[in-house]
T-cell receptor, first 112, second 117 residues
Framework: SQELEQSPQSLIVQEGKNLTINCTSSKTLYGLYWYKQKYGEGLIFLMMLQKGGEEKSHEKITAKLDEKKQQSSLHITASQPSHAGIYLC????????????FGQGTTLQVKP | GAVVSQHPSRVICKSGTSVKIECRSLDFQATTMFWYRQFPKQSLMLMATSNEGSKATYEQGVEKDKFLINHASLTLSTLTVTSAHPEDSSFYICSARDPGGPSYEQYFGPGTRLTVT
């Protein structure tokens, strides 16, 4: 079965600093999702990458997909306290049934 | 975007009792919904796929008699934790895809925190 590993597991940054979270898959990626979760709440969809080399941005968050490396990175520029939370990467299985498998998550704290 | 709601948001029950959690798609119809559970400081684990009008499909290791899923309508799926025990305490989240939206996008409910005493 496919597994996703995220790094780092947790991150504390000073407000205004940039940061990167990585997500590495054990198998070929057929689509990579990024979600954000605040503790005890549901998931907020950030973006989905489908093709190797694809890059998407939303506000100060940019995600890239490196299909050859079976890896995706999430980059936050000029972090703010509102960026704090748990970031989860997820993949859909090859049959596109809608099932998502998630990485273990990266907890981000942003110090004002 | 589409909205998925869950009820209740929090529930505390005694060991041995059953608890029902509802997942609703508010502005779209979902033939398929998914149930996940999340332990503290851990990721989401898929428990089962809820199919409208048919039996749910459970992931390996998930007891179907323990976690009863009913998808009686296109907007409602329920998860019943039967004979709950403290080890069932967890955060349960449902999700659904909007067939009228982008095929890849899934919407998650806000979650239900279950505490079994």
């Amino acid at each position: 079965s496919q597994e996703l590993e995220q790094s780092p597991q947790s991150l504390i940054v000073q407000e205004g600093k940039n940061l990167t979270i990585n997500c590495t898959s054990s198998k070929t990626l057929y689509g990579l999702y990024w979600y954000k979760q605040k503790y005890g709440e549901g998931l907020i969809f950030l973006m989905m990458l489908q093709k190797g080399g694809e890059e998407k941005s939303h506000e100060k968050i940019t995600a890239k997909l490196d299909e050859k490396k079976q890896q995706s990175s999430l980059h936050i520029t000029a972090s703010q306290p509102s960026h704090a939370g748990i970031y989860l990467c997820g993949v859909s299985n090859s049959g596109n049934t809608g099932k998502l498998i998630f990485g273990q998550g990266t907890t981000l704290q942003v110090k004002p | 975007g589409a909205v998925v709601s869950q009820h209740p948001s929090r529930v505390i029950c005694k060991s041995g009792t059953s608890v029902k959690i509802e997942c609703r798609s508010l502005d779209f119809q979902a033939t398929t919904m998914f149930w996940y559970r999340q332990f503290p400081k851990q990721s989401l684990m898929l428990m089962a796929t809820s199919n409208e009008g048919s039996k749910a499909t459970y992931e390996q290791g998930v007891e179907k008699d323990k976690f009863l899923i009913n998808h009686a309508s296109l907007t409602l799926s329920t998860l019943t934790v039967t004979s709950a025990h403290p080890e069932d305490s967890s955060f349960y989240i449902c999700s659904a895809r909007d067939p009228g939206g982008p095929s890849y996008e899934q919407y998650f409910g806000p979650g239900t925190r279950l505490t079994v005493t």
